[in-house]
């Protein structure tokens, strides 16, 4: 019998003070950000801004650089701290309609992806953070931008060209990241 992985885990790419998360802009928002080493305007300050840490996640949901408006695929390296904040202050977005309309972050599960875009049978967390909030993530959580637009753009090519290995090579290292026990009861976080 094969050992199944946990349901809900997050798996990142970490370090003793950061995780990164993965967000895809149009050039118009990625250049300035990157210019200030913040997010700056046109970034809209006024709606919920989502965060994932998965990789593979956001490579299904911008196609791989190539979905309108997603075109450039940021590396955002934020403060674990911040992160475990935004956890501490997440409603699940299957939580009643009040509850969900008050809180600061929203936070949803999603299948996790495989390398081709495959849904898997497990989940991937995604962590929207609200208004009330976003200038806290931009100005005080976030302590690097990377534009990994090429580093996306050449492992499609590889999974294009049917060279899996080398591309699964490029992938960012992910592992699971540990989160307080607290929290993690809370928002299903497995361990």
């Avoid at 904040?85 to 599960?109: K, S």
């Amino acid at each position: 019998m094969l050992d199944m992985p946990p349901q809900r885990q997050v798996r990142a790419d970490y370090d003793a003070e950061t995780i990164v998360v993965y967000q895809a802009y149009s050039s118009a928002v990625a250049d300035p950000a990157l210019q200030a080493g913040r997010f700056v305007p046109p970034f809209s300050f006024t709606r919920m801004t989502w965060i994932k840490p998965s990789f593979l996640w956001l490579m299904h949901r911008s196609n791989w650089a190539h979905k309108p408006g997603q075109e450039r695929v940021l590396a955002v390296r934020i403060t674990r701290e911040g992160w475990h904040e935004a956890l501490g202050r997440a409603v699940l977005t299957t939580a009643a309609p009040e509850a969900l309309n008050r809180a600061a972050v929203h936070l949803q599960w999603d299948p996790e992806r495989s390398l081709r875009g495959a849904a898997l049978n497990h989940y991937s967390i995604q962590v929207g953070i609200g208004r009330g909030l976003i200038r806290t993530f931009a100005e005080e959580w976030i302590v690097g931008l990377t534009d990994i637009t090429p580093q996306v753009r050449k492992i499609a090519a590889l999974v294009q060209a049917g060279q899996t290995a080398k591309a699964r090579r490029l992938l960012p290292p992910e592992r699971i990241h540990p989160v307080p026990r607290e929290i993690a009861r809370r928002l299903l976080i497995e361990s």
